[in-house]
């Protein structure tokens, strides 16, 4: 990001008239506005707003809205990818590290049919999740995508504001009606979860 410009009052409050360009990709947008420093950004002024190209997922198989807006893809790694984009962050749940290249992932120790091996482990990656799901693709995989990646999702929607003790039946609803498969995975959703809020 470049941006230039001359100042039109020396105040704390100054004024900046800019010129800014966002490159991402092969995409550039020159949007003119005012810039105050330290109050807003490049993307907010007067004149316009500099509209980035949309990092999130489209609408497609997998994909979950969550109640604050975050979509998330969830997936199993013995689906076929198909026409889906790269995710910029997985979370792959997996008894073993899948060792995927291409993308920036975490590897949560969590066997099939189980509970994760560090309940702390996984709450870090779902956490980082949550919050880069804002502004990126981020992709849930366990084996089959539907017990471990919907526990996953469960929590997630915990993060997102649904009480722990309907975030099974939020899951169920909204990415696979077997999502969370048993219930020590729904135990867990529940008992951690609450220790989040």
Do not use: K
Request: with cysteine; hydrophobic share 40%; proline share 8%.
């Amino acid at each position: 990001m470049r941006s230039s410009g001359s100042a039109m009052n020396p105040s704390s409050d100054m004024v900046m008239w800019v010129n800014t360009v966002v490159i991402t990709g092969s995409l550039g947008v020159v949007v003119p506005g005012p810039t105050v420093p330290g109050r807003g950004s490049h993307r907010s002024g007067r004149y316009g707003v500099a509209m980035e190209p949309d990092r999130t997922w489209p609408d497609g198989d997998g994909i979950v809205e969550l109640p604050d807006g975050r979509r998330v893809r969830g997936t199993g790694l013995r689906r076929p990818r198909g026409p889906a984009p790269a995710p910029e962050l997985a979370v792959y749940l997996r008894g073993r590290d899948p060792r995927v290249t291409g993308w920036e992932y975490r590897w949560v120790r969590w066997p099939d049919f189980r509970l994760p091996a560090s309940t702390d482990d996984a709450v870090a990656a779902l956490r980082e999740a949550h919050g880069r799901a804002a502004a990126e693709r981020v992709e849930i995989a366990c084996g089959g995508g539907v017990g471990r990646t919907g526990t996953a999702l469960a929590l997630l929607a915990v993060l997102s504001g649904v009480a722990p003790a309907d975030a099974v039946g939020w899951v169920r609803a909204h990415y696979h009606p077997r999502a969370v498969e048993t219930r020590g995975q729904r135990r867990w959703v529940e008992e951690t979860g609450a220790a989040l809020r």
